[in-house]
């Protein structure tokens, strides 16, 4: 986890945007005992008075269900207005004299392998924000700068087409750092995998989906879809609500 730390103030101090930001660390768990060890020691260490009295932002743990690039089975998803708030509270997160950091990430050492980390830039987001979403379908891909002002227009024709039998949310997010070759992605919001499988099996085709599909297949190259649960959501400095607004 260390190294992730060392990396991202790397990574904050050559990229500077203002944009609502949020990084993920990627991490791979070996055991259910590991795993729960992991998220006691992040209830703990996310109502401590050092987070609560420092971290302006939103937290969510979850744990993959398909996909992962580099055999993660967790990741660390962190919401801040932006990269300087996110540089800000990494350098107080790298503080060797702190004891709760200390013992927080003595567990995630001693129970996680750190897999990596990726920072993106929120464009824009459809639906209605809302932490009942706890499944999330994320898919990256890459494209060139001059397609992006078309796949918001195609983006914003597509929720026009399904207001009203969408039940979750969805956004477009730049990739900023990390993934590779990958340069945006979309992340799409569901209550549950239930709900998920629904609308994919019973979504507009014709005057929704397919058009977009179309418009998309020409502007972009994807890459695999992944899908993840919120095993946490620390929302109470940031709700998804304020991040996506």
Do not use: C
């Not at 706890?134 to 990256?140: D, K, L, N």
């Not at 340069?183 to 014709?206: C, I, K, N, Q």
């Amino acid at each position: 986890m260390k190294k992730i730390i060392t990396l991202l103030l790397v990574l904050a101090t050559s990229v500077s945007f203002a944009s609502p930001t949020w990084i993920e660390y990627l991490i791979r768990v070996e055991s259910p005992q590991s795993a729960a060890k992991i998220v006691a020691a992040t209830d703990q260490f996310m109502s401590s008075d050092f987070v609560k009295n420092n971290f302006k932002g939103s937290l969510h743990l979850n744990s993959y269900i398909a996909g992962g690039l580099d055999g993660e089975t967790h990741s660390f998803a962190v919401l801040q207005p932006s990269l300087a708030e996110h540089e800000i509270w990494m350098a107080k997160l790298s503080d060797p004299n702190n004891q709760e950091v200390a013992k927080y990430l003595s567990v995630l050492n001693a129970n996680s392998e750190g897999k990596g980390s990726r920072i993106n830039t929120f464009i824009q987001t459809y639906g209605t924000p809302s932490n009942k979403d706890t499944v999330w379908a994320v898919y990256p891909f890459r494209t060139q700068p001059s397609n992006v002002e078309d796949i918001i227009e195609a983006t914003e024709e597509l929720d026009e087409a399904i207001k009203g039998t969408f039940p979750g949310q969805f956004g477009l997010s730049e990739r900023m750092a990390g993934g590779g070759m990958q340069t945006h992605l979309f992340t799409v919001g569901y209550e549950s995998l239930a709900e998920m499988e629904e609308w994919e099996d019973s979504a507009p085709r014709d005057q929704g989906v397919s058009p977009f599909d179309k418009e998309m297949d020409k502007m972009a190259e994807w890459y695999e879809r992944e899908i993840v649960r919120n095993v946490r959501v620390y929302d109470s400095a940031l709700t998804l609500q304020d991040f996506v607004e």
